[in-house]
């Protein structure tokens, strides 16, 4: 499983970010995915996860700002961002839930993170 994510940097408050994760050797539209963020000094937060049927689930702290989606036939997971707090500041991952489900085995995998900050 490789991931790889873009489309951090930085942008005023109340500003808006894409990001994007581009997957190989794994085919995304057969994976629950996720996007994760790690504030400075604090753990790592799950923030939105889609699953295979296309079911988005986000953290309270996103609801209504953020929304995860994939590109299947580009074989891409992206997180668009509206209205960024300061609090939003983060280096942001993709990860692909491993496990059994859908009655197959997943590998997990993580990319290695795209920094966004939100600043004035």
């Known amino acids: 499983v490789q991931l790889a994510e873009s489309g951090g940097g930085l942008v005023q408050p109340g500003g808006s970010l894409r990001l994007s994760c581009a997957a190989s050797g794994i085919i995304l539209s057969m994976y629950t995915m996720d996007w994760y963020r790690q504030a400075p000094g604090k753990q790592r937060e799950l923030v939105a996860r889609?699953?295979?049927?296309?079911?988005?689930n986000y953290v309270d702290s996103v609801k209504g700002r953020f929304t995860i989606s994939r590109e299947n036939a580009k074989n891409r997971l992206y997180l668009q961002m509206n209205s960024l707090q300061p609090e939003d500041t983060a280096v942001y991952y993709c990860?692909?839930?491993?496990?059994?489900?859908?009655?197959?085995?997943?590998?997990?995998?993580w990319g290695q993170g795209t920094q966004v900050t939100v600043s004035s």
């Open positions: 889609i699953d295979t049927s296309g079911n988005t």
């Open positions: 990860h692909a839930v491993g496990g059994v489900y859908n009655g197959r085995n997943h590998n997990s995998g």
